[in-house]
């Protein structure tokens, strides 16, 4: 592991690029706790150089203020300068930011990165390289913000194998899932609120299609299983079909909705999925609201444990990245010769778990299906689900709207591939009108939480 | 760091002392994830000593299906056996447990505990002697079981100062708790009702009486604030004055009651307490139930963050000891000169923050008091508040139950000290008969869960 030493003082030398909301957060957070760091690292930490798209006179006025020596516009210029031991990539998305942790790593700095989209897309070309330099590259903060569940699953729950794990991972979707579930409100209407909350992005598809969550479930999917990172292969299914009847059909059958991410290792292969799932009330997870994140995570010895706290936010985030350069310090200060952790947790990626499509995975379902007020429409739908091998477990029939009555099934497990057989059959119904809405259920089998 | 290496192979060579649950559960975990442990780790674990007090027919059985090849029921054997590089110490209570870790220590062996009674009572004296031969003394298993909590304040959160954390830390007394509130059932039936189950010791006193929970705590607070372990400093409070009606009118007023251990940063010093505590129905925590663990912390940056799942069992406390084998394994391998986290997390532990005596805190209080059904009582007691600063929230005032109307009130915050005074005074009524129930309440302010 390089130990580059900062020439003028015995404190770690950190650059920083990039310099929005977590940046600052970091930058902010290594100044107000820089006691309780030095005392916890046995040295202190010292931003020696930030660069920032816009050196604007807000920005300057906060280097000066955070007694930061070198400042720039170019990230290149803090991963070239000599006197930085680690790198804080905190400018998000691809480029430059992949250029600029490629060549951090190149000169033998430490990186540690907020960057969950570089980490997860990117990843299985990083991680080698920061091997080859025998440098770390860390990422605790772009998972699930200032909850450490990188360190709970590398660390903390490395004597597992690791049967599964579920997560509310994304902020923005469940505070829309919560508001929806509270008020009874459409989702068009929540995210309206979302946004003028500043909880939601002016393009909130990165959210609420779930492909941040897909980021993040990548990622610790990788970890758990020992897999490499597979974006491509993590099916995305996002929140915007969801109604508020859904919300109070599932209500009524004991369940609630939340967006979640769920990993799974199973006898054909890893299953990586976030899409919208009806949980039991009763479950820990089921009780997450707002914009906190939460991950149940299902080892073969431990059983369920259960991690939850603040997703997002500056100094959240901040508590992440920090941890990171204080895990970093202690272990050059231990003289170590190399990483002590393997980034994802193994020193070779597995090569013998497939990641499966989506119609390859077993399941429960909810089908909400759109029924004309006719006699017998229930008859043949019952019949077309016995023909493809799914079992009801629960029927609600409502009242007519209009002269739509909606029909509500909850299935016992069945393939999803004869799923979507029945629902085609079930839509091409003269009985049915539109489509039908169907959501997973997870009914977390085996002792949990 | 020493790094011994066993003579004969690469395998990272454990000697366990002691093959009772944790023990057996951890030689288990090691052959039955064997495969999944040595991917992590890069290397295997082999244990080749394990001591235990009766070496019987089903011990040498499962001594022999393991493949340890030599045994002994002498621990000390095992420590001295240079073959050994990682002791695993899980003979529990202090003797001869202390002089085992010692000389382990003195061996320039790394240890490995699930002993918290041990670790709590005498840390002070064997984390010095760790650090002075320049080995780990592990512990993650010695609170909360499975739940990797050690790694999480002392590592995870390191960038925080911790204002305060409250965990439900004793499975046995949540799992009282939990019946009690369930089944309207009274303390000594439903202990009864445990022991039966085995989830309850025949002398239950270290459960029920908060003891366990306080050697928890004591490690707990002294990573969060980097102060010494002062288990002796530590306020405890059992479960055996809760009763039936206690819950009953807590939930009235939108609480449950949870025996909980919380340790706070106040401006005066640090609070150390494990007391029944009346907690708002909608936290969490108030919905860990059963024999389940669980701990909020509050970090200054990152907010609250919870941790919960299996505080006990011998797969979920194996998981732990696994875990820091793999720790100490992998910074072996990353050839660490000293280890790279110090136990508490502090290289020194400040002495500027002392813990407060249970008079000194302050708290917001439940009180029921058994008054005679007589015209002005209540007034009385309002009276005698008011005189010591205290002001009331909430109050219940029950039917008359024989002569005695229960009266429940809630107050706002107040100092101990000033309401010991007021319950005296108030026990010193004519109109009342009888000592009056006292349960603080926690309403976690600031952000959370």
């Known amino acids: 592991m390089n130990s580059q030493t900062s020439p003028s003082s015995d404190a770690l030398s950190v650059g920083i690029c990039g310099l929005g909301t977590v940046g600052t957060g970091t930058l902010l957070l290594l100044q107000d706790n820089a006691d309780e760091i030095a005392k916890r690292l046995d040295r202190a930490i010292a931003v020696s150089h930030v660069a920032t798209r816009t050196l604007d006179a ?102 597992n194998q690791i049967d599964w794990l579920a997560g509310i991972i994304n902020g923005t979707g469940n505070f829309i899932m919560t508001e929806m579930a509270a008020r009874q409100t459409p989702f068009e209407d929540v995210l309206r609120r979302a946004q003028e909350l500043g909880y939601a992005e002016a393009d909130p598809s990165f959210d609420v299609e779930g492909i941040d969550a897909a980021h ?16 491509d292969k993590t099916y995305t299914e996002g929140i915007s079909c969801i109604t508020p009847d859904d919300i109070s059909y599932a209500d009524e059958l004991g369940y609630c909705i939340k967006h979640l991410g769920i990993a799974r290792r199973t006898e054909k292969g890893i299953e990586m999925r976030v899409h919208p799932t009806l949980l039991s009330k009763s479950r820990l997870l089921a009780n997450v609201n707002g914009v906190g994140n939460a991950i149940l995570v299902h080892g073969n010895a431990v059983g369920a444990t259960l991690y939850s706290g603040p ?20 272990q050059l200060s231990a003289g170590v010769h190399e990483p002590v952790y393997p980034a994802l947790g193994y020193r070779e990626m597995r090569d013998d778990l497939p990641v499966l499509a989506i119609d390859e995975i077993e399941a429960e379902y909810y089908l909400r299906i759109p029924a004309l007020d006719k006699v017998g429409v229930l008859a043949k739908i019952s019949s077309i689900l016995q023909q493809h091998d799914i079992s009801i477990e629960a029927v609600i029939q409502k009242e007519a709207i209009s002269e739509i009555i909606p029909i509500v099934i909850l299935t016992h497990r069945a393939a999803e591939k004869q799923l979507n057989h029945a629902i085609s059959a079930i839509e091409a119904l003269d009985d049915v009108s539109g489509s039908i809405n169907r959501i997973r259920v997870e009914p977390f089998h085996g002792e949990a939480d």
Chains 1, 2 share one sequence.
């Open 58 to 159: 807000e920005r300057s006025a906060l280097l000066e203020k955070c007694g930061v020596p070198n400042s720039s516009t170019d990230p290149f210029a803090v991963v070239n300068d000599p006197q930085v031991q680690i790198v804080v990539e905190t400018m998000g998305g691809y480029e430059p930011a992949f250029d600029v942790v490629k060549q951090a790593l190149a000169n033998g700095k430490h990186v540690v990165t907020a960057n969950k989209a570089l980490i997860a897309e990117r990843g299985n070309e990083l991680f080698p390289l920061a091997q080859a330099n025998n440098v770390s590259l860390a990422f605790e903060s772009s998972v699930a913000g200032g909850i450490p569940i990188i360190k709970a699953l590398r660390e903390g729950l490395a004597a």
């Open 216 to 231: 993040k479930l990548t990622i610790m999917g990788a970890i758990a299983f020992g897999i490499p990172l597979q974006f």
């Open 311 to 330: 997703g997002a936010g500056a100094e959240a985030t901040a508590s992440a990245v920090v941890a990171d350069l204080i895990d970093i310090g202690r």
